[in-house]
T-cell receptor
Framework: GAVVSQHPSWVICKSGTSVKIECRSL??????MFWYRQFPKQSLMLMAT?????????EQGVEKDKFLINHASLTLSTLTVTSAHPEDSSFYIC??????????FGPGTRLTVL | GESVGLHLPTLSVQEGDNSIINCAYS??????FIWYKQESGKGPQFIID?????DKRQGQRVTVLLNKTVKHLSLQIAATQPGDSAVYFC??????????FGTGTRLKVLA
């Protein structure tokens, strides 16, 4: 149980295009999901907290207009990287929280912007 | 500021030896701590957790120790195996949904 999936697992896109990443909790519901970004050999950096049915809460320094988050249901959150540039290339990881002290992480999505 | 840091960025151990990975945290209000293992190209995998009302918790081949006096957390892996090679992160939680992750330690198991 407690499986979180991400799709796609990797994506390569051209600069200026937008990319959507999906995060799904497969066997549980999560009112809250999180999006993290991870650069090579670095820790996870929380980008935003996604709440079902309401606007996401972004961490300081994260552009909300560039990283659009939609949490349309209790099992799905999406992150859209708009007008992607090479500096947006990173490993994006989501997690789903069925309760306050528990997070289950997805396998991550590798984004490469050419 | 808030931080959860690690003392050693890389730890190399011989196969079969015990590994100890350390983590320091700065906020005494944190009441829940988690260790994660992350293999290359994958998401973090839960290893073990501990609440602030405990000093020690054991799992299968792993033990987490919490020293609240010095705000220090450690993960001990017994009889380290090649499959244990990964990056290990500690994370703290303060009764909210938000986790704060440490910087990570890469564990290399030498044959």
């Amino acid at each position: 149980g407690a499986v979180v999936s991400q799709h796609p697992s990797w994506v390569i896109c051209k600069s200026g295009t937008s990319v959507k990443i999906e995060c799904r909790s497969l066997d549980f519901q999560a009112t809250t999901m999180f999006w993290y970004r991870q650069f090579p050999k670095q820790s996870l950096m929380l980008m935003a907290t996604s709440n079902e049915g309401s606007k996401a809460t972004y961490e300081q320094g994260v552009e909300k207009d560039k990283f659009l988050i939609n949490h349309a249901s209790l099992t799905l959150s999406t992150l859209t990287v708009t007008s992607a540039h090479p500096e947006d290339s990173s490993f994006y990881i989501c997690s789903a929280a069925p309760r306050a002290d528990t997070q289950y992480f997805g396998p991550g999505t590798r984004l490469t912007v050419l | 500021g808030e931080s959860v840091g690690l003392h050693l960025p890389t730890l190399s151990v011989q196969e079969g030896d015990n590994s100890i990975i350390n983590c320091a945290y700065s906020n005494s209000a944190s009441d829940y701590f988690i260790w994660y293992k992350q293999e290359s190209g994958k998401g973090p995998q839960f290893i073990i957790d501990i609440r602030s009302n405990m000093d020690k918790r054991q799992g299968q081949r792993v033990t987490v120790l919490l020293n609240k006096t010095v705000k220090h957390l450690s993960l001990q892996i017994a009889a380290t195996q090649p499959g244990d090679s990964a990056v290990y992160f500690c994370a703290e939680n303060r009764g909210t949904y938000k986790y704060i992750f440490g910087t990570g330690t890469r564990l290399k198991v030498l044959a």
